[in-house]
């Protein structure tokens, strides 16, 4: 299992696509803060001529800024990344590979999920960290739970993309098979949220966790409020696992 | 160390059967080729003894136990070496080696077997460097990471140039002369006159042939003699069965009386014995 992990971690570092990214975020955890800092002055400068007066920039609205781009820019570097994990592997016979080793099916896919999430983890909370300190440098110190929370809110939400890509990838054949739906799913649930966001049903909402993170930091919602979406992902995750995994030790690489 | 026994198997998107009924036994301490044209199951039946593909009928016995029994410890005794040498590009040679040599509890020797086959030097490449030749030659290193008792080896040759083709056929001789057993698919005719104890032609799903070249060279052979001569201002080819030679009076006149421009003995090759056995040419 280690010796799958590490390989995992080690051939996508080279690949760039682990760097790739870890470099989205902390391109946004660098940028976001700083145009937020002196929108006025790149306005005025494009503007000549103009008046447009903006609010003084909080630093909850830079550290959300950050967190909004990730939840979206972000998340489709990530779908890029991770559609084909499992099956360019099939694809390419690797899988087929692996398994004639002493390496059981569950323990292939745990290896890939653990250094994805690893990556995810860790770049998230470090990024984040990042974001925030930046931010309370240039703009002032924003809430520092709501923030906890908020990137608590957008970790999992990216983990549960990250397992819906996994489950993809897992069951279809090629990348390209696994990125669409993927994709198509993300933009599709983003719409869905939009027109139940008002709605009780929007608790039970994995995409609830991104609308929570404006409240979260703005002190109008608390870590109560998160309960029944953080359970309802957390369980999506967990089937998505178990689907995968159980398509996957039956199927004939 | 192998019975198989009525193995039939059908991809789950297939209509039609792509292994029907397969007998066959694989002896301790031999080389069993596995021939037949592409499509026909080859790999498809290595797959199946390596365990990717479980949904199959009939029975298959490892070491007088049934295969289904087996878990990945069954990997621990088997190396493998598919046809399309795949490896980890962005990794190093080593790297691809010694990342799963920890896999194992019996680890080989593989810097000496890097080195006879020429790939030691361009170790601290990345495989993504390394030529097709080098890639081929990289995946026997792998095959043999375990040392195994088991060796399934699909076109192992292919690719190589006739050098390294020989260095690998010698490695797998000593494989062999070690105590090893190997299951070996390939088109390659020459390889299999070279290397295989017994042979198993298969067509259609199934194998209609089993026997030691020797055999079944003798079973098929129709051994001739084929004379050049010339006639008026043309050259003409006339062959006559070898063991029918000394009563032929046609070939003691054509001797006496014709100028010969060459004489040859033909013996019956795996090429012919492919050919006639599954109806369809061979690669080599």
Redesign the interface.
Same mark, same amino acid.
């Given at each position: 299992m280690t010796v799958l992990f590490l390989k995992e971690l080690r051939s996508n570092w080279r690949s760039f696509r682990y760097p790739a990214f870890l470099l989205i975020l902390l391109f946004f955890a660098i940028l976001d803060p700083l145009m937020l800092k002196y929108m006025n002055e790149i306005i005025s400068y494009f503007a000549t001529g103009m008046e447009i007066i903006m609010p003084d920039p909080t630093p909850e609205a830079a550290f959300l800024s950050y967190l909004s781009d990730v939840s979206q820019i972000g998340i489709m570097v990530l779908i890029f990344m991770a559609m084909g994990m499992v099956a360019r592997e099939k694809e390419n016979g690797v899988t087929g590979w692996l398994l004639s080793k002493p390496i059981g099916r569950w323990q292939y896919l745990a290896a890939k999920l653990l250094a994805l999430y690893s990556v995810i983890i860790i770049g998230l909370i470090a990024c984040s960290a990042l974001a925030y300190l930046y931010t309370m440098s240039l703009l002032g110190q924003a809430a520092l739970n709501g923030s906890i929370l908020a990137t608590i809110c957008l970790l999992v939400f990216t983990i549960y993309i990250a397992t819906i890509t996994f489950t993809f990838s897992t069951l279809l054949k090629t990348p390209l098979l696994a990125g669409g739906p993927t994709l198509l799913l993300f933009f599709l649930s983003g719409i869905i949220n939009m027109l139940i966001t008002n709605s009780d049903a929007a608790n039970f909402y994995p995409n609830t966790l991104l609308s929570l993170m404006k409240p979260l930091l703005e002190s109008t919602a608390t870590a109560a409020d998160l309960t029944w979406p953080m359970a309802v992902t957390t369980i999506l995750i967990l089937l998505m696992i178990l689907l995968a995994g159980y398509r996957f030790s039956k199927m004939e690489i | 160390m192998f019975e198989v026994r009525n193995l039939s198997y059908k @991809?789950?998107r297939n209509r039609e059967m792509t292994i029907r009924g397969m007998n066959f036994d694989i002896r301790q301490g031999e080389i069993f080729g596995l021939l037949g044209p592409s499509g026909v199951g080859k790999s498809t039946t290595q797959?199946i003894m &390596?365990? #990717? #593909?479980?949904?199959f009928e009939g029975s298959i016995y490892y070491r007088n136990r049934d295969l289904k029994i087996y878990? $990945?410890?069954y @990997?621990?005794e &088997?190396g =493998?070496g %598919?046809e =399309?040498p &795949?490896h %980890?590009s $962005? #990794?190093t040679a080593e790297?691809n080696i010694n /990342? /799963?040599k920890?896999? @194992?509890k019996n680890q080989a020797d593989t810097d000496t077997l890097m080195k006879r086959l020429g790939i030691f030097e361009d170790r601290k490449k $990345?495989v993504s460097e390394f030529s097709k030749g080098m890639k081929i030659r990289l995946n026997f290193v792998r095959a043999m990471l375990n040392n195994p008792v088991m060796l399934f080896l699909d076109e192992p040759t292919i690719g190589l140039d006739p050098a390294n083709a020989r260095i690998l056929k010698n490695l797998i001789k000593e494989y062999r002369e070690g105590g090893g057993t190997v299951l070996l698919s390939t088109h390659l005719m020459n390889d299999v006159d070279e290397l295989c104890d017994r042979v198993a032609f298969m067509a259609n799903g199934k194998i209609v042939e089993t026997d030691t070249p020797q055999s079944l060279k003798r079973k098929y052979g129709e051994s001739s003699v084929e004379i050049t001569y010339v006639k008026g201002d043309n050259l003409q080819k006339k062959s006559f069965e070898m063991e029918t030679l000394s009563k032929n009076n046609e070939f003691f006149e054509l001797v006496r009386n014709e100028k010969i421009v060459s004489m040859h003995s033909k013996e019956t090759t795996l090429d012919d014995i492919f050919i006639k056995v599954t109806g369809v040419e061979s690669y080599a």
């Amino acid at each position: 299992m280690t010796v799958l992990f590490l390989k995992e971690l080690r051939s996508n570092w080279r690949s760039f696509r682990y760097p790739a990214f870890l470099l989205i975020l902390l391109f946004f955890a660098i940028l976001d803060p700083l145009m937020l800092k002196y929108m006025n002055e790149i306005i005025s400068y494009f503007a000549t001529g103009m008046e447009i007066i903006m609010p003084d920039p909080t630093p909850e609205a830079a550290f959300l800024s950050y967190l909004s781009d990730v939840s979206q820019i972000g998340i489709m570097v990530l779908i890029f990344m991770a559609m084909g994990m499992v099956a360019r592997e099939k694809e390419n016979g690797v899988t087929g590979w692996l398994l004639s080793k002493p390496i059981g099916r569950w323990q292939y896919l745990a290896a890939k999920l653990l250094a994805l999430y690893s990556v995810i983890i860790i770049g998230l909370i470090a990024c984040s960290a990042l974001a925030y300190l930046y931010t309370m440098s240039l703009l002032g110190q924003a809430a520092l739970n709501g923030s906890i929370l908020a990137t608590i809110c957008l970790l999992v939400f990216t983990i549960y993309i990250a397992t819906i890509t996994f489950t993809f990838s897992t069951l279809l054949k090629t990348p390209l098979l696994a990125g669409g739906p993927t994709l198509l799913l993300f933009f599709l649930s983003g719409i869905i949220n939009m027109l139940i966001t008002n709605s009780d049903a929007a608790n039970f909402y994995p995409n609830t966790l991104l609308s929570l993170m404006k409240p979260l930091l703005e002190s109008t919602a608390t870590a109560a409020d998160l309960t029944w979406p953080m359970a309802v992902t957390t369980i999506l995750i967990l089937l998505m696992i178990l689907l995968a995994g159980y398509r996957f030790s039956k199927m004939e690489i | 160390m192998f019975e198989v026994r009525n193995l039939s198997y059908k @991809y789950p998107r297939n209509r039609e059967m792509t292994i029907r009924g397969m007998n066959f036994d694989i002896r301790q301490g031999e080389i069993f080729g596995l021939l037949g044209p592409s499509g026909v199951g080859k790999s498809t039946t290595q797959k199946i003894m &390596v365990k #990717l #593909l479980t949904d199959f009928e009939g029975s298959i016995y490892y070491r007088n136990r049934d295969l289904k029994i087996y878990d $990945k410890d069954y @990997y621990q005794e &088997v190396g =493998v070496g %598919f046809e =399309v040498p &795949v490896h %980890f590009s $962005k #990794l190093t040679a080593e790297e691809n080696i010694n /990342f /799963f040599k920890k896999l @194992y509890k019996n680890q080989a020797d593989t810097d000496t077997l890097m080195k006879r086959l020429g790939i030691f030097e361009d170790r601290k490449k $990345k495989v993504s460097e390394f030529s097709k030749g080098m890639k081929i030659r990289l995946n026997f290193v792998r095959a043999m990471l375990n040392n195994p008792v088991m060796l399934f080896l699909d076109e192992p040759t292919i690719g190589l140039d006739p050098a390294n083709a020989r260095i690998l056929k010698n490695l797998i001789k000593e494989y062999r002369e070690g105590g090893g057993t190997v299951l070996l698919s390939t088109h390659l005719m020459n390889d299999v006159d070279e290397l295989c104890d017994r042979v198993a032609f298969m067509a259609n799903g199934k194998i209609v042939e089993t026997d030691t070249p020797q055999s079944l060279k003798r079973k098929y052979g129709e051994s001739s003699v084929e004379i050049t001569y010339v006639k008026g201002d043309n050259l003409q080819k006339k062959s006559f069965e070898m063991e029918t030679l000394s009563k032929n009076n046609e070939f003691f006149e054509l001797v006496r009386n014709e100028k010969i421009v060459s004489m040859h003995s033909k013996e019956t090759t795996l090429d012919d014995i492919f050919i006639k056995v599954t109806g369809v040419e061979s690669y080599a």
